[in-house]
């Protein structure tokens, strides 16, 4: 079954509010987890990965937040911009795994104007 | 910057036929995948190579689909006898070492008809 999923299948934010895309993953041995961006007609591109020893990590503009206890996983976008609108996927790793990837089902970030 | 380049970017064929979708991988990668998107849903994996032999393969991936990785920098994915539903977005993606993020292609939308 589906071990990774999203609370919200879009969202909506004006541009400049910071945005927080949510997602739950199930399987508890899950070791790697990755943000990616998928622009319409390209492929995932990666925005920020976390491992599970850590409970968050930040880049530019962008901070994952991981919360083991109840298999929570969070991307938070600052001042979000016209050219994050996309669909944003959370992925994950299983330990000892082949090191593929399960994506769960994606949210559809717009920026408003 | 080093990208995963895939070809053909669309491939319409008849159903029954083979068909094979192509990829090069970033250069000093040594792991790589193909992933497939029908439309509007999620990324699902489909198989993992490593070391000229799949270390990990789907229960999508039965014995219609094949990979290759025919010279040293190809790696190509052969469905045998397309049918309707192998209709979908194909994405090819490498990775340098286990666990590290993988970079993907920008994918071969195939449209079995």
């Known amino acids: 079954g589906e071990s990774v999923g999203l609370h919200l299948p879009t969202l909506s934010v004006q541009e400049g509010d910071n945005s927080i895309i949510n997602c739950a993953y199930s399987n508890s041995a899950s070791d790697y987890f990755i943000w990616y961006k998928q622009e319409s007609g390209k492929g995932p591109q990666f925005i920020i990965d976390?491992?599970?020893?850590?409970d968050k990590r930040q880049g530019q503009r962008v901070t994952v937040l991981l919360n083991k206890t109840v298999k929570h996983l969070s991307l938070q976008i600052a001042a979000t911009q016209p050219g994050d609108s996309a669909v944003y996927f959370c992925?994950?790793?299983?330990?000892?795994?082949?090191?593929?990837?399960?994506f769960g089902s994606g949210t559809q970030l717009t920026v408003l104007p | 910057e080093p990208e995963v380049t895939q070809t053909p970017s669309h491939q319409v064929t008849q159903m029954g036929q083979e068909v094979i979708l192509r990829c090069v991988p970033i250069?000093?990668?040594?792991?790589f995948y193909w992933y497939r998107q029908i439309l509007g849903q999620k990324v699902e994996f489909l198989v993992s190579f490593y070391n000229n032999e799949i270390s990990e393969k789907s229960e999508i991936f039965d014995d219609q689909f094949s990979v290759e990785r025919p010279d040293g920098s190809n790696f190509t994915l052969k469905i045998r006898s397309t049918k309707l539903e192998d209709s979908a977005m194909y994405f090819c993606?490498?990775?340098?070492?286990?666990?590290?993020?993988?970079?993907f292609g920008q994918g071969t939308r195939l449209t079995v008809v």
């Open positions: 993606a490498s990775s340098r070492d286990r666990g590290l993020e993988a970079f």
């Open positions: 992925a994950e790793i299983l330990s000892g795994s082949a090191r593929q990837l399960t």
């Open positions: 250069s000093n990668h040594l792991y």
């Open positions: 976390i491992r599970s020893n850590m």
